[in-house]
Every structure is written in structure tokens, then in C-alpha cells.
């Protein structure tokens, strides 16, 4: 809560990323990568937001958990519930239609228009947030970084092509960008990590899992991989994986922070090269290269 009434009018202009938190977001691009292969598996065993409501009050009892042990205050201030309530809309918003597209089309097709989410913030940044206007240079990052996602995904298979899908992923990425917004264009931006996560949370369980029987899918054919990808999607991906976000967020620029979502796409190329088989071809090479170079460029002082 802010002490003097200047502070209180005045938003905190934020560091470049350093060197620890390209290493902390490197690991969450890669997270995140992980998880939009783990969503497409376990949506065989769940309807897609049936799915995403279980995920979100599973990742509430973990957070409840992790703030119980950590002796952390479950107190949200009056000022800030506005800006929870709407990021917490936008959040259920953004994974109602995250979930569908990952069910409609392919994760590699669905990973470029959703990790689209940096072009979105970073022009939203320009005109909203202080410190963190385009320059020359960041939007070259910007086009060299998106340039990169592009040929890594040209030799996917393009075979499972949905049109909504598409336009479902590009608007689960306008959601994110505008939580993003949302945090710090509000006093939820002085709220602890966890309670920012814990009110979209308990915003979006109870709304995902009432609008889930509206669909007429709830439960499949659920296995133990498919409660375990639910499992790890819970605790690895919303509980920790977000906490950690929200906490780079409150620290580094919304555009420098975004930016390194650029490698999750490339990376989940490279997970399938690893981890499935799946044929790489040198266009993923040079793709990641261009995304290496994009976020030198977003970041420069």
C-alpha cells in the first residue's frame, strides 16, 4: 500500500532485464512451452474448459498451500479489487479460448498466434506505461523475434487447421497482453505476486467450471496421464510458473519481460525434436538465432 499520497499518483518506471531474470525467463519459456504440449495430451482425457476450471482450483489450493507455509497474510486491499476483478475476467477470457484453440487445432499452429502476446503488449506499453515507448530498435526486435517464430513453425504439419482456432489463440493472447496492462495500470500492481494470482484464480475456477457443462463436455476418457498433466499443469504451470511471472513483472519492463515468450514457440520445436522424434530442419536454427537477437534488441538500454 502506498504511504505518501505523491507515490500513490505516481507509477514506478522499471529496470531493463538483467542477467538473472533472462536466466528466470528462459526457464519459464521453456515452462510454458512444455505445458502447451501437456494442455493438447491432457484435453484427451477433459473438455477444454472443464480442463481449465480444474486447473485453476487445483492451482488455488497449491497457492493457499504455498502462502500458508510462508506465513504470507491472505489480505487483499479495497484499492486493488477493480483491477482484480478485471484481470481475473480477462484471465478466464484468456484460457477459455486458450483451451479451445489447443482442442481445435494444432499446439504449434496455436503456439505463434498465442505467443503473439509481445507485439500486443509492447504496443499497448507504448502508448500506456512510462519508460517502455518503441524505439527504432525494439520494434526491429519485435519483427526479427516474430520473423523467427514464423520459420520455426514453417515445417510443422499444417494438416489440423481451424479458423476459430486461430482467431481463439490470437484473442488468448490480446487477454494476456491486457493482464499484463491491467497489473500495473492498477493499484493491483502493488499487491504481492500471490494474491494477484490468487484473485484470478478465484475468479476463474468457479466461472470455468459453471460454464463447462454449458458445452455438453466436461469428462472424456480420463487416464493417470491425463489427471497428471492436469497435476502438473496446476502446480508446475499456474502455481509456480505464474508466481514467478507476476514477480518479474513487478520488476523489469512489461516489453522486455514479454519478449522472452518469443522462445517458447521455438522451444516447444525443439522439446518435439527432443522428446517425440519429431524432424527439425536448419529453418529452426536460424529461427532461433533471429529470437536471440530480437530480445537483445527489446532490451537495450
Known amino acids: 500500500m502506498c504511504r505518501t499520497r505523491p507515490s500513490c499518483g505516481r507509477m514506478e518506471e522499471k529496470r531493463p532485464v538483467d542477467a538473472a531474470g533472462a536466466v528466470a525467463l528462459i526457464g519459464i519459456a521453456a515452462l510454458l512451452a512444455f505445458n502447451q504440449v501437456v494442455i493438447k495430451v491432457t484435453g484427451g482425457g477433459f473438455g477444454p ?5 480444474l486447473r485453476s482450483a487445483l492451482g488455488l489450493v497449491f497457492v493457499l498451500i504455498w502462502m500458508r507455509l510462508l506465513r504470507k497474510p491472505i489480505v487483499f486491499p479495497r484499492a486493488a479489487l477493480m483491477g482484480a476483478l478485471i484481470t481475473g475476467l480477462l484471465f478466464t477470457v484468456e484460457f ?8 481445435l487445432t494444432s499446439v504449434s499452429r496455436v503456439s505463434i498466434l498465442f505467443y503473439s502476446m509481445p507485439v500486443w503488449l509492447a504496443l499497448g506499453g507504448h502508448f500506456l506505461l512510462p519508460g517502455e515507448r518503441l524505439s527504432g530498435m525494439r520494434v526491429l526486435g519485435l519483427m526479427l523475434a516474430m520473423g523467427g517464430v514464423v520459420l520455426a513453425l514453417l515445417e510443422r504439419d499444417a494438416a489440423h487447421v481451424s479458423l476459430l482456432g486461430d482467431a481463439l489463440a490470437v484473442f488468448a493472447a490480446m487477454c494476456w497482453a491486457a493482464i499484463a496492462l491491467g497489473v500495473r495500470l492498477t493499484p493491483l500492481g502493488r499487491v504481492p505476486a500471490e494474491m494477484q494470482l490468487m484473485s484470478q484464480l478465484v475468479i476463474s475456477a468457479p466461472l470455468l467450471l459453471v460454464l463447462a457443462p454449458l458445452t455438453g463436455e466436461t469428462l472424456r476418457t480420463p487416464g493417470l496421464l491425463h489427471w497428471a498433466g492436469l497435476l502438473f499443469q496446476a502446480v508446475g504451470v499456474v502455481g509456480l510458473g505464474f508466481l514467478i511471472w507476476f514477480r518479474l513483472l513487478a520488476v523489469y519492463r512489461a516489453n522486455g519481460v514479454a519478449s522472452f515468450s518469443f522462445l517458447s514457440p521455438v522451444l516447444a520445436v525443439i522439446l ?14 536460424l529461427a532461433l538465432g533471429l529470437v536471440a537477437a530480437g530480445i537483445v534488441l527489446i532490451n537495450r538500454r
Request: aromatic share 14%; glycine share 14%.
Open 49 to 53: 474448459l472443464f480442463q481449465a476450471g
Open 96 to 103: 477459455m479460448a486458450l483451451f479451445a484453440a489447443l482442442d
Open 272 to 285: 518435439g525434436w527432443l522428446l517425440l522424434g519429431e524432424q527439425v530442419g536448419p529453418l529452426v536454427w
